[in-house]
């Protein structure tokens, strides 16, 4: 490649070749080397090969042809019309050569090469000639010239015999007529393969035609011998190609062939030694019977031996003897068939026979008829004089006879029913039943779809007012149940309000060290809680106090019992009391006194009426502090948060962890979802992972707005997978929603539909989709919205104690709780997020679907049809409700009432004004509880009555205006109490009407069935808990005597009909359509009270699950502070050792840490203090501050002096710090004029004293 050199061109890349090629012309020519003329012409050939070389890589036929030829290669022997395949040819010897590691074709490969497919092409030339010669000589008709042909070395074919020349010009021919016949074209030739094909297939034929000719050879000759077993065998020799062959016909064959043979012998000459075959169908072949040899030519003089049988005349002699013996077999086969077709010949002959028989008969039936009829006459008048003439004389007989005749058939029949009414005495006591229990219905029907019941059929029903022992034993269940799960929801509440208080002190205390001991404190309160309520009796105020024995507490007692029954069943009391307080302490008061008044819905009459009393509530908010539609959005309603509270789960029921827990665990479970849809976020987890991945810093900045995060392509790709991610998540839980909604609390469901029918009256000009999104704010936001944010916090997750969820856990779960609460108020992404606007499309068609959600939310019955209880229901229950309520929510209820009586209950006449009036002033703890219960000389006594004050105590609710002692004056009691005494009479005396049964005595037999049921009655009532049992006044009544109870039952009525409460002159049909409805409510209250029994044990089971876990937590916490009281303890020992060292005189002594003094002018450097009112910068150095530690841990005396002198002194708790710390709170005033910064102020108490 050096210039100097004046060498052609020479390529890098072909090095190799030019010192191999070199090296070797540099041999050849000896020692004196290679002069710069053969230099340059070999350079010159070599540089033109490795172009080539690289030509034939790109494997391009043309481009390798233009190489050829113009190219200084001076190869030789070259042909134009062979330049393709020369092409191909080097082409395809390049890719040989690469694939054994040769890197170049060398000049003499290539010409080589060409020499090669010179001579490749000449023989193809030369084979062509030989073909068209062998097609010559077929269409000449001459074998011998076909033959020579064939024998053409240039041909080059395989397998030519010359004997057999004949037959392969014959074959030859037939192939290129089928050729021809195929094509279509009569100058069609043979090609080299066909024609050896045809040679092949004569080579095979010459082979069979001989074993052929053989075989029928060998059948003439075993039949010659007549031997017919060997003649069979011989006509099965596979060689001879015969069909149906059978070994039953071998004699037949024998005998026929023999005849065959026998006959051509005679009508032909036997000595000629060849025989003629006819070779399929279209070739002949000549055997010679000496030689055992056969050819294909005729020969000279050829006569073929008459004695001979050819294969086809012995195959015809074969197939009709098998088809003549397969026929008889036919037959054989078949000689049923052929019997059956005789026979059916002759019934045919027969029934001709008969037919022109009976045509004669037909003709002459008139003569027939009348033969036979007066012979019939003749015998039948013979027979009838006969028979009258032996009844005549037996008449007595004849009448014994037919009597006991007819007294047999008459038994057998009687008998026979009898047996079929006992074979199917099943089936007749189902039809009976069936009908019996129509008529039931049909009566049922009556009493409950007719407007007037008749009394038969009430009558029919009134034993379901009887309380059964069932009905006491379920009852007393009930009531227990009730009163655990009550008293467990308490212990939840307070144990979860010292647990959210303690994750706070422990929040605190992972910053801070010196609330160790403000955790500790706090724990062993929580401890000493749960052993005090695990050993505290209810009953404590049953000994002593307001349920003491004397008359005076029994008065109060029932008092309160009916001021609290008065405030559970009229709502509106409550609904104005709770807007008559501040709402920190309304929500404190709903949260305690109104759910224990309503033990937190434990049944279905306590659910009803709490939902009647948010109803009032909520439309006493609505129309007294609501002044815009949007206030209950922004604002924070008490009636929504205690109905979202109570729902969420107050009685165990966590009908959310339904709802959401399986969408959510998906979510969390998800270790591939990752949502972040904040920009600037995701363009700093990217900035990290380059960093990560390169091991260098970032030249990107760390800072970024929104806008510079979204110029990178790869932040919008990365939000936009998150976009996408965010939205399946978001699909997932919105379908969970929007399929369960029969898993919707029921009371949350009737609100929303009371709260949107409320603002739709006092804001009538709202449009329904500004109603929809109140709704939606209700249903999602409010109580769906934070149970998706925090799910460990609302139950919905199980987390075991200490566990929590990982920081992308929340974030998802918070991206679906943002996403759903933007799409169930319609409200789209802008201003800030304007990066997600992209999403506005599918929040608006989501709250679609969410719009038509809270539409059917809506759509619930009222609580009266949804529970089934109407003013009735109070009457005919057996027990009567009772609550668990402390002695102070007691005090507390009491005073509030008496501080808003009038905003309450402006009118004075108002039962609430009695009752009160009856109470009196507020007592204290220690009345209600009793004189004594705390020793008067106790130092404690505040804080043990503080604690007595929790006590809690039953009561039994009842209506003042309910029937006491026989007082008569209430007319509503007075028909409940004639509606027991007319139940007693009409189970035993019959009727058609109230007055006619009356006025009907009694009979002996009525009474004493009466007296039965009574005695009955008083046994039960003996075993009857108190609790359970009637008022004494309805108890001497059912115990009266019948007619006692008809003459008090017309006194009654008399006293009803002056009330205008019913009327004689439709039989009190008024009072027969009560019995009715109590009779269906009984019904309903034992449906509803099994129901209720079951959701107790439920409510039971997960509040016990609740306590457990709580208790888990609280072990947790415990073992927790116990790790850091030892961690402080070995802190403290080793600080002690240091401190004997130095100190050992100072004996028992406490060791006090030293105060601090630092002036303010330090301080401010510090940043601790901002300013000081009333004092410039400049005089900060006269002020200085002593801070020194107390005695009790956490709290320090700040000392501040000017000039020497001390102006004022201040406690300062490291509890309040934190506190106001925790609250965000970062300056606070000291001395009213200091302003201090919280947070470094606790950085110095921490480093100066704790060593942080």
């Not at 369960?740 to 609390?745: A, E, K, R, V």
């Not at 679609?848 to 809506?858: G, L, M, N, T, W």
């Not at 030293?1154 to 002018?1161: E, G, I, R, V």
């Amino acid at each position: 490649m050096n210039p100097e050199a004046q060498l052609p061109i020479v390529y890098q890349s072909a090095a190799n070749l030019y010192q191999i090629e070199l090296f070797s012309l540099q041999l050849q020519g000896g020692r004196s080397g290679l002069s710069h003329e053969e230099l340059s012409v070999a350079v010159e050939m070599l540089s033109a090969v490795a172009v080539l070389n690289e030509v034939l890589d790109t494997k391009d036929p043309q481009a390798v042809i233009e190489q050829l030829i113009d190219s200084p290669l001076g190869f030789t022997n070259m042909d134009q019309d062979n330049l393709n395949r020369y092409a191909d040819t080097l082409i395809k010897l390049r890719g040989e050569a690469l694939a054994k590691g040769q890197e170049f074709l060398t000049w003499n490969d290539v010409q080589k090469c060409i020499d090669g497919v010179n001579v490749q092409v000449h023989e193809e030339h030369e084979r062509i000639m030989a073909l068209a010669e062998i097609n010559e000589a077929l269409n000449s008709g001459d074998y011998q010239q076909t033959l020579a042909a064939l024998l053409l070395p240039t041909a080059k074919l395989t397998g030519v015999n010359p004997a057999t020349a004949k037959h392969y010009h014959d074959v030859l021919q037939y192939t290129k007529q089928l050729l021809c016949q195929t094509s279509g074209d009569e100058s069609a030739v043979l090609w080299l393969d066909q024609i050896q094909e045809a040679i092949h297939t004569a080579n095979q034929d010459e082979e069979e035609a001989l074993t052929l000719a053989e075989a029928v050879a060998d059948i003439n000759r075993t039949v010659a011998r007549e031997d017919s077993q060997n003649t069979l065998q011989a006509l099965q020799v596979p060689s001879a190609g015969l069909r149906a062959v059978l070994p039953e016909c071998a004699d037949t064959y024998q005998a026929e062939l023999a005849q065959r043979q026998a006959s051509g012998a005679t009508n032909g000459s036997t000595d000629s030694v060849w025989v003629k075959h006819c070779f399929k169908d279209r070739y002949d072949y000549y055997y010679n019977l000496e030689t055992g040899q056969g050819i294909w030519e005729e020969p000279e003089g050829f006569e073929h031996n008459g004695g001979q049988l050819r294969k086809e005349e012995i195959q015809s002699v074969v197939s009709c003897l098998t088809a003549e013996y397969n026929r008889g077999q036919l037959w054989m086969a078949n000689e049923p068939l052929v019997i059956q077709l005789q026979a059916r010949i002759r019934g045919y002959l027969v029934r001709k026979k008969h037919a022109q028989r009976m045509e004669y008969l037909c003709q002459q039936e008139p003569h027939v008829v009348k033969l036979q009829a007066c012979w019939k006459g003749y015998k039948q008048r013979k027979m009838y004089k006969d028979r009258i003439n032996l009844l005549q004389k037996n008449v007595a007989s004849i009448v014994k006879i037919q009597s006991v005749a007819k007294m047999w058939k008459a038994k057998r029949k009687y008998n026979q029913r009898l047996q079929f009414f006992k074979d199917h005495e099943k089936e007749i006591v189902k039809i009976q039943a069936f009908l019996k229990a129509n008529k039931a219905r049909d009566d049922y029907r009556t009493l409950t779809g007719a407007k007037d019941p008749p009394l038969s059929v009430v009558r029919k029903f009134v034993h379901l007012l009887e309380q059964s022992a069932l009905d006491l034993q379920e009852e007393q269940e009930v009531t227990r149940l009730r009163e655990e799960v009550v008293t467990n929801i308490r212990s939840n509440q307070q144990m979860e309000k010292d647990l959210n208080l303690m994750d706070i002190k422990i929040g605190l205390l992972v910053k801070n060290r010196i609330t160790l001991q403000d955790v500790v404190s706090h724990n062993k309160k929580m401890k000493n809680k749960k052993n005090k309520e695990s050993k505290e009796d209810l009953t404590t105020g049953d000994r002593l106090g307001i349920k003491g024995l004397s008359k005076g507490k029994r008065r109060k007692l029932e008092a309160y019992q009916h001021l609290f029954y008065l405030l559970q069943t009229n709502p509106h009391y409550l609904a104005k009391l709770i807007f008559q307080m501040p709402q920190n302490k309304s929500t404190k008061f709903m949260d305690t006194v109104v759910f224990t008044l309503y033990n937190y819905a434990s049944n279905q009459r306590e659910e009803y009426l709490l939902f009647k009393l948010f109803k009032t509530a909520l439309e006493e908010e609505i129309n007294s502090k609501v002044d815009q539609i949007q206030d209950i959005v922004t604002g924070n309603p008490t009636v929504i948060k205690m109905v979202v509270s109570f729902n969420r789960g107050a009685r165990g029921h966590n009908t959310l962890r339904q709802l959401l827990a399986p969408v959510v665990k998906d979510i969390i479970e998800d270790k591939s979802l990752g949502i972040n849809t904040n920009p600037v976020d995701v363009y700093k987890a990217w900035v990290n992972q380059l960093e990560t991945a390169t091991g260098e810093a970032s030249k990107l900045p760390y800072e970024v707005t929104p806008e510079q995060a979204m110029s990178h392509e790869e932040v919008r790709n990365r939000l936009e997978a998150s976009s996408l991610a965010l939205r399946s998540a978001t699909d997932k839980v919105l379908n969970s929603i929007v399929s369960s909604l029969d898993n919707i609390p029921y009371g949350m469901r009737y609100i929303a539909k009371v709260l949107k029918k409320s603002l739709h009256e006092k804001f009538p000009d709202a449009s329904e989709d500004e109603l929809m999104k109140i709704v939606g704010n209700l249903l999602y936001y409010r109580y769906m919205n934070p149970a998706i944010v925090a799910p460990d916090g609302f139950d919905i997750i199980d987390m075991s104690a200490g566990g929590q969820l990982h920081v992308d856990q929340r974030r998802n779960l918070g991206s679906v709780a943002k996403m759903l609460q933007h799409a169930a108020a319609n409200k789209l992404f802008e201003g800030e997020n304007a990066h997600m606007t992209p999403m506005n499309n599918y929040i608006s068609q989501t709250y679609e679907k969410f719009r038509q959600f809270f539409q059917s939310a809506c759509d619930v019955p009222e609580p009266e049809e949804k529970f089934n209880i109407d003013e009735y229901s109070d009457m005919v229950t057996l027990s009567k409700p009772i609550i668990y309520i402390s002695i102070d929510e007691i005090i507390n209820t009491h005073s509030l009432l008496l501080e808003h009586l009038e905003a309450i209950s402006p009118d004075h006449n108002d039962l609430l004004h009695e009752l009160l009036q009856d109470l009196g002033d507020v007592p204290d703890v220690e009345t209600l509880l009793g004189e004594g219960a705390v020793e008067s000389n106790d130092l404690n006594r505040e804080s043990a009555l503080s604690q007595l004050a929790k006590t809690e105590i039953s009561l039994t609710l009842t209506s003042k205006l309910e029937l006491l002692e026989g007082d008569d004056k209430d007319v509503k009691s007075l028909m409940t109490k004639t509606k027991k005494l007319i139940v007693d009479v009409v189970r035993i005396q019959h009727g058609v009407t109230l007055p006619a049964i009356l006025e009907t005595p009694a009979t002996v037999a009525q009474e004493s069935e009466h007296t039965k049921i009574v005695d009955r009655r008083a046994v039960q009532d003996a075993l009857t808990p108190e609790g359970l049992k009637s008022s004494q006044a309805v108890l001497e009544d059912s115990q009266l005597p019948l007619e006692q109870k008809k003459r008090k039952i017309l006194r009654n009525l008399r006293n009803l009909e002056q009330a205008g409460f019913l009327t004689v002159s439709n039989n009190y049909q008024d009072l027969v359509n009560d019995i009715s409805k109590d009779i269906r409510y009984q019904r309903r209250y034992r449906q509803r009270r099994k129901a209720e029994l079951v959701k107790l044990q439920q409510t039971l089971t997960a509040l016990n699950s609740k306590t457990t876990f709580y208790q888990d937590q609280m072990n947790y916490y415990d073992t927790y502070i116990k790790t850091c009281l030892d961690n402080l303890n070995r802190k403290n020992s080793r600080r002690s050792i240091k401190l004997d060292s130095k100190g050992e005189n100072k004996g028992s002594k406490k060791w006090k840490p030293p105060s601090l003094k630092y002036t303010a002018a330090r301080l401010h450097e510090k940043g601790v203090i901002l300013e000081i009112e009333g004092l410039q910068t400049n005089q900060f150095k006269n002020v200085m501050f002593d801070i020194s530690p107390s005695e009790e841990v956490g709290d320090f005396e700040v000392k501040a002096k000017f000039m020497g002198v001390e102006m004022e002194k201040v406690q300062l708790h490291f509890q309040d710090l934190l506190q106001l710390q925790y609250e965000g709170v970062a300056v606070m005033k000291m001395f009213d004029k200091a302003k201090v910064n919280v947070n470094l102020l606790i950085f110095l108490l921490n480093k100066k004293f704790y060593g942080k």
